[in-house]
Every structure is written in structure tokens, then in C-alpha cells.
């Protein structure tokens, strides 16, 4: 009987102690940490010097900003899908984000300044008419021209070296406004200077192949947006590709409620009364408007968002390009445009120029069935009044108060105009 209890006993214990170590499994593997996730294989991308456009530099735009390219603190909005292929390179534009401290990003355009078809084209034709080939270097080509020669003995960027250029913005030059430019390239170190001494041969062939092309990123680099100039802000070229901060083109707000299209005129307004008046006396007009011309800001704030057709005169000094000098042209004359085209002159640049185009291609677009009567009519026979020319002669700024007076009253104070908001609602002026 005793052994039997003995065995008993020893049997409990037994069972005890595997129930016990059972216990403990349990309670070890529920403590343990989890074991560590599989390391993520972060795919970048393989950047080809033809997408950027590096492969034809220095007949480009810039370098500044190709570090964040290959850092990935610029992504294409592709770069969030599985594949991670880059975008096609005919697009002109891509929507994408930039970061300096890779945990903010913000919103950016990165654009091609012409299509890549005439990027294409143009470089065949710089080949054809120079080096009398089908390929070549194009730096090489660019660099035994003339004009480019002339540019590496210059000290001074001068009225001369710019004649025949087909940029709108240098089509009447004063020296004022040259000085500007290579005193504020961005491409370069900042050395404050109006001489070029601190531009390497390089930096000028970039310069003069930019200002050949496109004026669009120099106007975005001498008048900032930081000094309160309607464009956006310029952060830097690579290659063939500029990034600048990011919007959206009006075209997107036709459809937009009618104190939205209210707001949008109201700026749009206020953006061509200041083209003819501001503190350094400089008068912008555009040769060209459509839907892209200008762009809003996801704050509600709105500027030019396509600067390449805006043409500068300088109310303080004057055009120095006089009677045929603007005539002469050559191979930078003719990169992305009709050789053949004519110039407009100077002097036949009226001040009303620019909002009777706004007025024949914008506004109605943008104003159009918005508002009840008889405001929508008042509206509607100024614009009308405004796109043949304003044929009495009224003067700009008091045909740009007149209808300023109309869409006032029509606009709102909320959330949704972030860039007024809420001081609006402590000012008389809103």
C-alpha cells in the first residue's frame, strides 16, 4: 500500500512538474520580443544622364540641384508605386516632392523648359548648322559661335551680347536689368557682382544657352518670390529639368464657386496693376496668356506661374538695343523658335497691353455665369468693354479699379483662402 502511494505520488509530481514546465514555455515564449522584420530592400532609381538632360551639358540649365536627385530628397509622385519607374521624358511637367530634412516634403514642379521633341530638333539643328553633321558635342559647337567667344571676353554682361536673343524679357534690355541677372544667377556662387569675373566658361554657356531657350527660371532668380514677386519660388536645375515650388494652372478653376473665381480675378488683377507699378520701376507685360500662364498655390494664392512669355521694360533708363541691332540673329536665336519671327518693338508696347489679353482670354473663362443679375451683366459688358482695347482710352488702373469695385463685394472670408485668412476677418479691406 505504501509503495503504492509512494508511486502515486511520484507520478503527481511528475505531472506537476511537466504542467509547470509547460507553464513556463508559455509564459517565455509570450515575453520574448518579436523577431525582427525582414530588412525592407529600398529600390531607388537609376537616374540616365538623357533624362535629366546631363548628357548635353553645358548646353543646359544648371547642376544646382542634382545632389537631391540622386539623394532621393526629389521624388517624382511615381516614386510611391511598386515599380519605381521613372516618368515618360516627353512630358513637359511632373508633379513631385522635395525635402530638406527627409521628414517634411512639399509639394514641386519639375519641368522641362521646351518640349523634348524641340530639345531634340534644336539640338540636331545646332549640329547640322555649325558642325555640318548629324551628332556632335553640342558644347563644343555652341563654343566656337561668335557670339559665345564674345561672351568669354566680356567682363560685363551688355545690351550687345544679348541682341537677337529670343526671349520676350530681352527684347528691349537696359544695362540695369542685365546687371540683375548676373549679380542674381543662381547657378553659380552668389558674388554680388554686376561683372562676370566669378562665371566660369561653363556658368556662361549655361547662362546664355538658359536665356536662348527659356527666361522662365532667370526671372524666377532675379525677382524672388521672398521680395514678394508673384512667382514661384525657384529651388534649382538639373540638367535640362528646373523644380520650383508647386502649383496648380487656373485652368483648374474655371469651374471653382463663384467667391473662389472671385478671389482668383481680384489677385489676378492686383498682379497686373503691379506689373506696371513697383519700387524698381520695371514694367512686365506678357506676350502671350492662356490657362497656364498663371497658377494658385494650395493656400489660395495666386501668381504667374509661367513667366517664359513676360517681357520687361525699364521705365528708369530705357532700351539700349536701338534701330537694327535687334535684327541680328544666329544659332542662339533660333533654338526653340521661327528664326524667321519678327520683333515686337519696344515702343509699340501699350500699358494697357496686358489686361486687354487677360480680358479677351482669362477672365470671361474664369467669371463666366458666376454671379446673379444685374451683377453678372455689369461684369460681363466690362469685359467685353475691356477686350476690344479699351477704345476710349481709359487708363489701365482706373479700368482695373472699375472692375476690382464689382468682384469686392463677392468674395468670402474663410479657411478656404488660407493666404488671407483670418486676417480678413479683422480687416476693412476684405
Known amino acids: ?61 544648371g547642376t544646382s540641384i542634382c545632389k537631391k536627385f540622386f539623394k532621393e530628397e526629389i521624388r517624382f509622385d511615381t516614386w510611391l508605386s511598386s515599380h519605381l519607374k521613372l516618368p515618360p521624358s516627353y512630358l513637359l511637367s511632373y508633379s513631385g516632392n522635395y525635402t530638406d530634412d527627409a521628414k517634411s516634403w512639399q509639394l514641386v514642379d519639375i519641368t522641362r523648359l521646351t518640349s523634348k521633341y524641340r530639345q531634340d530638333r534644336a539640338d540636331k539643328n545646332i549640329c547640322t548648322s555649325l558642325m555640318k553633321s548629324k551628332t556632335c558635342s553640342l558644347e563644343r559647337a555652341l563654343r566656337r559661335t561668335q557670339r559665345f567667344q564674345r561672351w568669354l571676353r566680356a567682363k560685363r554682361l551688355t545690351p550687345d551680347l544679348v541682341q537677337g536673343l529670343p526671349s520676350p524679357m530681352l527684347r528691349c534690355p ?101 506689373m506696371g507699378t513697383n519700387d524698381l520701376n520695371y514694367f512686365f507685360y506678357f506676350t502671350h496668356v492662356d490657362a497656364g500662364t498663371f497658377g494658385v498655390f494650395s493656400n489660395g494664392h495666386l501668381l504667374i506661374r509661367d513667366a517664359s512669355t513676360l517681357g520687361i521694360i525699364d521705365k528708369e533708363e530705357g532700351s539700349q538695343l536701338m534701330g537694327g541691332q535687334q535684327e541680328h540673329k544666329d544659332i542662339f536665336s533660333c533654338l526653340t523658335v521661327d528664326c524667321q519671327s519678327a520683333f515686337v518693338p519696344c515702343s509699340s508696347i501699350r500699358e494697357e497691353h496686358s489686361l486687354v489679353m487677360v480680358c479677351q482670354e ?59 485668412y483670418p486676417d480678413c476677418k479683422y480687416s476693412d479691406k476684405y
Not at 7 to 24: I, T
Request: hydrophobic share 45%; proline share 6%; glycine share 4%.
Open 1 to 61: 500500500m505504501g509503495r503504492w502511494i509512494c508511486c502515486l505520488c511520484s507520478r503527481v509530481a511528475d505531472s506537476l512538474m511537466l504542467l509547470l514546465v509547460m507553464a513556463l514555455s508559455c509564459n517565455s515564449s509570450t515575453a520574448a520580443p518579436p523577431s525582427p522584420p525582414a530588412a525592407h530592400l529600398k529600390a531607388s532609381y537609376s537616374f540616365g544622364q538623357t533624362f535629366l538632360g546631363l548628357d548635353k551639358c553645358n548646353a543646359c540649365l
Open 174 to 274: 537696359s544695362q540695369r536689368l542685365l546687371d540683375r541677372i548676373v549679380r542674381r544667377y543662381a547657378e553659380v556662387p552668389d558674388a554680388g557682382s554686376i561683372y562676370m569675373e566669378h562665371l566660369s566658361e561653363r556658368d556662361k554657356l549655361r547662362l546664355l544657352y538658359t536665356l536662348s531657350v527659356n527666361s522662365h527660371p532667370i526671372l524666377l532668380q532675379i525677382f524672388p518670390d521672398v521680395e514678394g514677386w508673384p512667382f514661384p519660388r525657384y529651388l534649382g536645375s538639373c540638367g535640362r529639368l528646373l523644380v520650383s515650388a508647386s502649383t496648380k494652372p487656373l485652368r483648374d478653376f474655371y469651374g471653382a464657386a463663384p467667391e473662389v473665381a472671385a478671389d482668383l480675378a481680384l489677385q489676378l488683377l492686383a498682379i497686373l496693376r503691379s
Open 362 to 420: 482669362l477672365l470671361p473663362k474664369l467669371l463666366k455665369g458666376k454671379f446673379r443679375q444685374p451683377m453678372q451683366e455689369k461684369i460681363d459688358i466690362f469685359l467685353q468693354h475691356c477686350a476690344a482695347g479699351l477704345a476710349d482710352h481709359q487708363g489701365v488702373n482706373e479700368a482695373v479699379a472699375e472692375l476690382a469695385e464689382l468682384l469686392k463685394p463677392l468674395r468670402s472670408c474663410d479657411s478656404r483662402f488660407a493666404y488671407r
